[in-house]
């Protein structure tokens, strides 16, 4: 497959949450993206039903269909990106939706997605922060943490194995947005850590 998936930090270590779908139709257009490819508004990344189905091994069974309503709510989705531009070092944070635009193409099986102005500059032209994997590395993973604890592993250990990294469970449970969901640590670890 060898599809390479590179995003910024800042993105990766974000307040989020996507169901695994979402995630999926994310990565799938992140991984379009080339070394170098200036991104606008007005990019739009083609996800075919096929896509899914080639890369995750989804039911093909109504997977336009599918595809057509994980591309709806994630029209609604929105991240926390903290510390947004260290040329504005009193800017907390920037929340901003994942896409700004859907086209459908029924007729192909298709959809046109767009990312927002905000996202763009922590999926493209990275010069430094970014973390980088190969989407057949979590393309069988069947859980959303798993994606997320994957990339945030990634991302904090920068391929040194050895290092360690505490993170308060706060903080964590903000990071994957489930701290109203999840307030008690046995429900935490029931349901996002096991």
């Known amino acids: ?100 635009a859907i086209d459908y193409i029924p007729t192909e099986g298709r959809l046109k997605l767009y990312f927002a102005p905000k996202v763009i500059p922590y999926i493209s032209l990275l010069e430094s922060g970014f973390t980088r994997y190969n989407l057949e590395y979590i393309a069988p993973m069947t859980s959303v943490y798993g994606v997320r604890f994957y990339e945030l592993f990634k991302c904090w250990l920068m391929g040194d194995k050895s290092k360690t990294k505490s993170i308060p469970l706060d903080e964590l449970k903000g990071l994957l947005d489930v701290k109203a969901q999840y307030p008690s640590i046995k429900d935490f670890k029931l349901k996002v850590l096991d």
């Open 1 to 100: 497959m060898d599809k390479q998936i590179v995003k910024s930090n800042h993105v990766i270590e974000a307040s989020y949450r996507l169901s695994l779908n979402e995630q999926r139709l994310i990565l799938l257009c992140i991984q379009q993206i080339k070394k170098g490819q200036v991104i606008t508004p007005t990019t739009g990344f083609n996800i075919l039903a096929k896509d899914l189905i080639d890369a995750f091994g989804v039911s093909s069974k109504n997977a336009y269909s599918d595809l057509k309503e994980v591309a709806d709510v994630l029209f609604n989705r929105f991240l926390t990106i903290y510390k947004p531009d260290p040329e504005e070092p009193k800017l907390e944070s920037t929340r901003t939706r994942w896409i700004t």
